[in-house]
């Protein structure tokens, strides 16, 4: 490794940050997770990249590649391995003003991205959360507050630029390397690095925006009856749930409706989201108009020794009654998980189920359940979110890859269906026959 470093110092536009430097603790960590990597490098162009896939390839060492570093599993960092940490390539360009094409470097954040569109009264559909990655999230899909209008962020890229496992530039397009193109909207990174996406934006308004509280003696009510609006639901309605949350009560904590209307018709708004204020007794409502990049949260940075475990599955809408029973009174339980539902369908069900490799098109509903605190408590609490997780699995299916914490070949199954596995296995083959991108929910190559 110490010779690969020297020679690629001479040529190395951006930042090589080893043990000894000042910066590695910061350097060598995500929001999520430790490590104490051999190296952490910080291209600041595509030929930096290049060089430092062919570094880690070549030192036959881990490889880790970092956008906004918030991934529940910690993929971002390593021990002992080469970090790559996109974070100086966080350009956003528009290059279409017609078409409202934008471009946005592999390392950029949302919260970037919103902020500069907002000027040009421009969105693209992403997640919810400002500090996390344009990459991480894009590649696995993109759940957030246009996701029934505009569908994932995933949807919305048109074109990739990615640095392969041999050091090559290509181009991903629906006429350009279609499989990869496929592969990489849901197949995360296990075939390069992208270094920069092209998306479609769509002119945007102030959004009404909030957040609607109900008693958690009411859970099972509201449940149910936000599912029910949601078979109907325009798609300009996009809903969370959060409930509860041991932070505000536990199973005591109200039940947090959050809602984004894609628009900012009033009257619309209202009869979107009358229907939801009326399914029980509101405790709070702060829904207004709100510009839509203010909307996106910030992330949090939790306290040293404060780890996570987070399961998250999809329900159709003939089992949403059942699980969201088994959900109700698993939250009225003392040790419930926080447990969070989102609203899906809309766009992202409007989509062929081959057109990509995110595989979860009709689902209604997506949800999770996450533990925090430290080891200890989260290796407590495990048995008990089994029997939980045991009890669901007859009426739930698949996973939503960002919000996982494992990452064994039950995670991977569920991720990626047996077809869709196979599928990205031959894409794997050909631009990753080593698995030098295995830090990931890893599909291993196809041998033929």
Do not use: C
Not at 208 to 224: D, M, N
Not at 402 to 417: G, I, K
């Amino acid at each position: 490794m110490s010779s690969a470093l020297a020679a690629l110092r001479r040529d190395f536009g951006g930042d090589i940050i080893e043990p000894n430097e000042a910066d590695y603790e910061a350097a060598s960590r995500t929001v999520l997770a430790a490590g104490s990597p051999a190296v952490v490098l910080r291209p600041s162009s595509v030929g930096d990249v290049q060089a430092a896939v062919t570094v880690a390839r070549e030192a036959g060492t881990t490889l880790s590649v970092r956008g906004g570093g918030h991934g529940f599993a910690g993929f971002g960092t390593s021990d002992g391995g080469v970090v790559i940490d996109l974070g100086r390539l966080a350009s956003v360009e528009v290059v279409d003003e017609e078409r409202h094409i934008v471009r946005v470097g592999g390392g950029a954040t949302w919260g970037q991205v919103a902020d500069d569109l907002a000027a040009r009264g421009l969105a693209i559909s992403s997640g919810d959360t400002r500090s996390v990655g344009v990459g991480g999230l894009t590649l696995t899909g993109g759940i957030g507050w246009k996701v029934r209008k505009y569908g994932l962020a995933l949807d919305n890229v048109v074109r990739a630029e990615v640095v392969t496992a041999d050091g090559e530039v290509v181009l991903a397009t629906a006429e350009e390397n279609p499989e990869l193109f496929w592969a990489l909207r849901g197949g995360g990174g296990n075939f390069g690095i992208v270094t920069a996406f092209d998306f479609v934006a769509h002119p945007t308004t102030d959004v009404f925006f909030g957040k609607i509280s109900f008693p958690a003696a009411e859970a099972a009510t509201v449940l149910q009856g936000w599912s029910d609006q949601f078979r109907t639901a325009p798609e300009e309605l996009t809903s969370n749930i959060v409930f509860a949350n041991p932070f505000l009560g536990g199973p005591e904590a109200p039940v947090e409706v959050l809602v984004a209307f894609d628009s900012d018709d009033p009257e619309r708004a209202a009869q979107a989201i009358d229907p939801i204020r009326s399914l029980g007794t509101v405790l709070d409502d702060d829904v207004a108009l709100t510009p839509y990049a203010d909307i996106l949260e910030e992330g949090m940075i939790p306290p040293p020794g404060i780890q996570f475990l987070a399961r998250s599955a999809f329900v159709d809408a003939d089992s949403a009654p059942k699980v969201l029973q088994i959900l109700a009174e698993v939250g009225a339980s003392e040790r419930s998980p926080i447990i969070a539902l989102r609203s899906v369908g809309g766009a992202v069900s409007s989509v062929p189920e081959d057109a990509t490799a995110y595989a979860h098109r009709a689902a209604h509903l997506m949800f999770l359940t996450t533990t925090v605190g430290p080891r200890p408590v989260i290796e407590a609490a495990r048995p008990a979110l089994d029997d939980i997780w045991e009890t669901l699995a007859p009426h739930v299916t698949g996973a939503y890859a960002n919000f996982l914490t494992d990452a064994t070949e039950r995670e991977v199954a569920a991720v990626y269906p047996a077809e869709t596995y196979q599928r990205l296995a031959a894409v794997k083959q050909r631009f990753d026959p080593d698995n030098l991108f295995a830090g990931n929910l890893n599909v291993r190559p196809s041998i033929r």
